[in-house]
């Protein structure tokens, strides 16, 4: 009998095993690997900080010592940069994060008062900023996280029809720097800037 004649049909299939095996299994390249999905988690994660935001004068802030309702409170920063709270008197805030004054409050009140107080401080009511010039209702106005110049403007009533969208300035609350900066409509405000809208040349 002849073998080969029976064994040649088989040759092709045992190629094309032998070629699947070989290649190993099928990957599909459109899933991400495990850096980009770190990366796209990590960018989804980004968020602003509220610790990192630096307290002053017209901030109302809540302060909460745990297990001690008598040491929480809600206070509003005066003027001159303090606030009165209970057992400790004034206190200097202004300039400092929530997270220092929570550090400082905690160590005051270590000071012969409670032996390891738990204090949390949290921003209740951002200080107002001001803008001025040639929008239809100037004044102060209740900040909003995430504001910017056209939504400032949209709260002070819109625009005169003597405005100009290129004379816009902004002095930036706690800078050293009084000087105005020029800024755009899509630019951030921040808690007590004050902006002012000047008059077109016509």
């Known amino acids: 009998m002849n073998f080969q004649r029976f064994l040649w049909p088989l040759a092709p299939i045992s190629l094309l095993l032998m070629s699947a095996c070989a290649s190993g299994p099928i990957v599909d390249s459109s899933t991400p690997g495990e850096d980009s999905l770190e990366e796209s988690q990590s960018e989804l994660n980004i968020s602003s900080d509220p610790d990192g935001y630096s307290l002053g004068r017209g901030d109302l802030i809540g302060i909460q010592v745990f297990d001690e309702p008598d040491l929480t409170l809600d206070a509003r920063v005066s003027s001159s940069g303090n606030i009165n709270y209970s057992y ?3 206190i200097r805030v202004s300039g400092k994060t929530p997270l220092e004054l929570e550090q400082h409050i905690a160590g ?3 000071d012969g008062y409670l032996v390891n107080p738990s204090v949390n401080v949290s921003v209740k009511e951002f200080r107002p900023f001001f803008i001025g010039g040639e929008v239809r209702a100037p004044g102060s106005y209740p900040y909003q996280p995430g504001l910017t110049l056209d939504k400032a403007i949209a709260l ?3 625009l005169t029809d ?3 969208t290129r004379r816009m300035f902004v002095v930036k609350a706690g800078g050293s720097n009084s000087d105005p900066d020029k800024v755009s409509l899509g630019s ?3 808690p007590g800037d004050t902006i002012s809208i000047r ?3 016509f």
């Open 88 to 90: 400790l008197g004034d």
């Open 108 to 110: 005051l009140l270590q």
């Open 156 to 158: 002070a009533g819109g």
């Open 162 to 164: 003597r405005a100009s």
């Open 188 to 190: 951030p405000v921040s």
């Open 199 to 201: 008059e077109g040349f």
